[in-house]
């Protein structure tokens, strides 16, 4: 599926001592406590998942429950005690991977609550949404100041199929295809590989230019940089045209219209 993972950490510049050992901490207990199920980076075979990524499960918390207390709440209470009727996850996702086992005995009240409370902060990330194959973009009328500046030339308007599609992998009505499935992961794969070769090019680019400005370098020996990075940001939207066109292409025109309603 062509979608890239272009989640960027946040580099928090003032992070107070405490609240980044507090975060690290929940981090951790989520690393040993949730993620032998639940992975935190879109991976490269969805086939081989047990449970579904915590980007799209905090997609759907945050859908349902508008204030961090409530989800966390939420998030507390269903992984104590799981239950189909609770469940935000689609009736589809839950008959692929099966109803949560309850964590009790593996997480106490006090850890979950930390490990909620980390999983609100940080999915899904603050910019994931419009770096993605298009998606949701387009859809935000104002995007999040937060967002870190996109790495693409167009930063809305593209049409959104990848989120979409990973949401909708084995949605019944989509019915993708098991050769259709291999395609888009083909496609996603060959995506991710050259956004992540640009990415971090345009990262440390923007830095440099952000840095050398900042320490009163001249406009004229910046220039060139600048022009470079335009070329680079110039490349990942070429890798952004060629995965929504390659996803068409794959993709039959009542999905495509099933995707886009
Ligand atoms: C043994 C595998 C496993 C572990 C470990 C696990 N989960 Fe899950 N989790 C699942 C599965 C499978 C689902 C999807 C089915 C469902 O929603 O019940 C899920 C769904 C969820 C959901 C979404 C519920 C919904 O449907 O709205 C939340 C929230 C969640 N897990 C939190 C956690 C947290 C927090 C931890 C760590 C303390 C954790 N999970 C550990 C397997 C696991």
């Known amino acids: 599926m062509p979608y890239k993972k272009l989640i960027f950490t946040t580099?928090?510049?003032c992070l107070s001592f405490g609240s980044a050992l507090a975060q690290e901490n929940a981090q951790a207990l989520f690393a040993s406590k949730c993620a032998s199920c639940h992975v935190t980076t879109p991976p490269a075979d969805f086939s081989k998942l047990t449970a579904p990524p915590i980007m799209g499960v905090m997609r759907h918390v945050k859908m349902h429950h508008?204030?961090?207390?409530?989800?966390?709440?939420?998030i507390v209470d269903y992984t104590l005690n799981p239950q189909e009727e609770k469940a935000l996850c689609t009736t589809d996702k839950i008959k692929h991977f099966g109803l949560m086992p309850s964590q009790r005995g593996n997480v106490t009240q006090e850890e979950l609550q930390r490990i909620a409370g980390w999983m609100?902060?940080?999915?899904?990330?603050a910019s994931s949404s419009k770096k993605q194959c298009g998606t949701q973009q387009a859809r935000q009328a104002t995007p999040s100041p937060k967002a870190a500046p996109s790495q693409f030339l167009i930063a809305s308007g593209m049409p959104h199929m990848t989120k979409l599609l990973m949401q909708q992998w084995d949605d019944s009505t989509l019915a993708l295809t098991p050769d259709q499935k291999k395609k888009l992961l083909r496609v996603r794969q060959q995506t991710m590989q050259a956004v992540k070769r640009i990415t971090p090019r345009i990262r440390g680019l923007q830095k440099t230019i952000i840095h050398k400005t900042m320490a009163g370098e001249s406009p004229n020996t910046l220039e060139p940089m600048v022009k470079k990075l335009g070329q680079l940001k110039a490349q990942a939207t070429n890798v952004h045209v060629q995965c929504i066109y390659d996803t068409k292409n794959i993709?039959?025109?009542k999905q495509m219209a099933y995707l886009s309603r």
Do not use: C, M, Q, R
């Open 251 to 253: 993709l039959t025109e």
């Open 11 to 13: 580099t928090l510049l």
């Open 120 to 125: 609100y902060d940080n999915f899904p990330a």
């Open 66 to 74: 508008k204030s961090k207390e409530a989800a966390v709440a939420f």
